[in-house]
């Protein structure tokens, strides 16, 4: 698989079968994935590879939380602008209408919309899971390196013929995820990956993308 062809198939999946993904193989993507870009070197990102037992007493105790309709943690960091312009606005929220229609929840079913969101802390079935840390101290610029290592890792999981899903759902019951893992108290969750094998019977979807007009200036 090319990286044009990595970058095209890679999406988030939401439903994967509780096939083991071998640890050999994650061992190798998270080796290369090292060699993502980093300001000065620095290397921000911590990851916690997580399965088996320890993974499975994770996804229990946070699904619990969300079931329970506790609202989680206080916030270590601000996922999205509290008020956000046009047109990110309009692509948050066609994005979200796209993943529910997939799924064949309708707009007023806010039980089963309820439902769907609580799946992020079962991994959507996964039985495996990076949990990507950043210590506190570092700015804007890591936070940027942390983003393309997670989209290296991504990338080389697809030529492994596997499938992701990044989750800064995760981020909502950190102090649940650090009871399990113990980080140093000075590093921050940014997000979850659900890694594994897709589930053939789970909808299929992909979220649309501006056209490139919207996006890009070319300056001839």
């Known amino acids: 698989m090319n990286v044009y062809e990595a970058v095209e198939t890679r999406r988030a999946v ?7 993904v071998p640890r050999e193989v994650l061992e190798r993507v998270l080796a290369a994935a090292s060699r993502a870009p980093s300001g000065a070197n620095l290397q921000p990102w911590h990851t916690y590879l997580v399965t088996g037992e320890r993974l499975e007493r ?3 105790l946070a699904v619990a939380r969300a079931s329970s309709g506790d609202q989680g943690d ?9 008020e956000l312009k046009s047109p990110y606005r309009e692509r948050r929220r066609e994005a979200a209408e796209q993943r529910y229609r ?3 929840i309708p707009r007023e079913d806010k039980d089963a919309r309820q439902r769907a969101v609580v799946r992020n ?3 959507f079935g996964a039985p495996t899971a990076l949990f990507c840390y950043i210590d506190q101290s570092m700015g804007p610029a890591q936070w940027a390196d942390l983003g393309m290592y997670l989209q290296t890792v991504m990338l080389l999981l697809r030529a492994e013929g596997l499938h992701s899903c990044p989750q800064m759902a995760w981020s909502v019951y950190h102090r649940t995820v650090a009871d399990v893992l113990s980080p140093p108290a000075s590093l921050v969750l940014f997000c979850g990956l659900s890694v594994g094998h897709p589930d053939p019977a789970a909808p299929r979807y992909r979220v649309g993308r501006a056209p490139l007009d919207q996006t890009v200036t070319i300056l001839d």
């Open 121 to 123: 802390w079962d991994c």
């Open 14 to 20: 939401r439903g994967f079968t509780d096939q083991a």
């Open 74 to 82: 206080d916030p270590e960091f601000e996922m999205y602008p509290p």
């Open 102 to 104: 997939a799924f064949g």
């Open 58 to 60: 994770l996804k229990r």
